[in-house]
């Protein structure tokens, strides 16, 4: 059971690079998220997904595109990556609705030089 | 706009000793889940409290849910060291889904 799985697990990049950070679920749920997770901010959820095709913006999605052509995966992409988005990247999934329960995957750690 | 807080942002205590942490909603919200994170893992789903007043056991740990809705509370009875690492609140405000900024929990042996 693989459950949620997140790629890269580590990743350095420079300023200005794209970077793309890969999800995936085996649960079929219809909800992903993204969030980041810095120091003395918790999580702060960047997009989400109802479904194919459907992504809504969170609270903090300035600098991120995400797209949803499989209903497993939910890749997160930095199109010019800066040093402020140095910070642990958890996707996660939901099976019945926004608000149900969600399950996180192991995170991957982005480090912008 | 909605503004959330969560308290304490550390907790030391020894073992055996309580620990509670609270979150507080300005505005009334529909759920609250609770979620915990070991050191250098990721956050796991722990409970969900949905109605007025509501109070949920699990072992050591007991959740409520405040009568406005406004705020819950987690509490730890005789913490152990397996206890240790971070708890976050995610309240639900219509809709509108944000994280506590969490409690990190350190637990002396």
Redesign the interface.
């Known amino acids: 059971d693989a459950g949620i799985t997140q790629s890269p697990r580590y990743k350095i990049t420079e300023t200005g690079r794209q970077v793309t950070l890969m999800c995936h679920q085996t649960w079929s749920h219809s909800y992903m998220f993204w969030?980041r997770q810095d120091l003395?901010?918790?999580?702060?959820?960047i997009y989400y997904s109802a479904a194919a095709d459907i992504t809504d913006k969170?609270?903090v999605p300035d600098g991120y595109v995400v797209s949803r052509s499989k209903t497993e995966n939910f890749p997160l992409t930095l199109e010019s990556a800066t040093r402020s988005q140095t910070s642990v990247y958890?996707c996660?999934s939901s099976g019945l609705g926004?608000?149900d329960?969600?399950?996180?995957?192991?995170?991957t750690r982005l480090t912008v030089l | 706009g909605q503004q959330v807080m969560q308290i304490p942002q550390y907790q030391h205590v020894q073992e055996g000793e309580d620990f509670t942490t609270y979150c507080n909603s300005s505005t009334t919200l529909s759920n609250i889940q609770w979620y915990k994170q070991r050191p250098g893992g990721h956050p796991v789903f722990l409970i969900q409290l949905v109605k007025s007043g509501e109070v949920k056991k699990q072992k050591r740990l007991t959740f409520q849910f405040g009568e406005a809705k406004k705020n819950s509370s987690l509490h730890i009875t005789a913490t152990q060291t397996t206890d240790v690492g971070t708890y976050f609140c995610l309240m639900d405000s219509s809709y509108k889904l944000i994280f506590g900024s969490g409690t990190r929990l350190l637990v002396r042996p």
């Open positions: 969030y003395g901010h918790g999580l702060r959820l969170g609270e958890f996660a926004l608000t329960t969600q399950y996180f995957g192991p995170g």
